[in-house]
């Protein structure tokens, strides 16, 4: 069975930055295309950021581009989403998902197998 479990949530000012890590057991991590997603208060769910299986090729919304930087370590089978420069409205619940059908990753929740419970982000004006 696919764990996914997310750490490193909290309450940050604005300006300031947090570190998400979603860990993966229960499958090959290196066969995984990897994402972050979010939902905010009263919002669908949206894409945050993508990584392919190898880490080489990362694709990011509009939105945080420039400010969020996603990542992988394949031996701690772990993925990360380093976030600065934060804002109030990146406030959200964020889930990390895996898919195990992409290779290069995807921005799509249809193509991701697997999905974290979510943690808490907060940022205070």
Known sequence: QVQLVESGGGLVQAGGSLRLSCAVSGRTFSNLAMGWFRQAPGKEREFVATISRTGLTTFYTDSVKGRFTISRDNAKKTVYLQMNSLKPE????????????????????????????????????
Request: overall charge negative; proline content about 0%.
């Open 90 to 125: 990146d406030t959200a619940i964020y889930s990390c998902a895996a898919s195990a059908r992409s290779i290069g990753g995807s921005d799509s929740e249809s193509q991701y197998d697997y999905w974290g419970q979510g943690t808490q982000v907060t940022v205070s004006s």
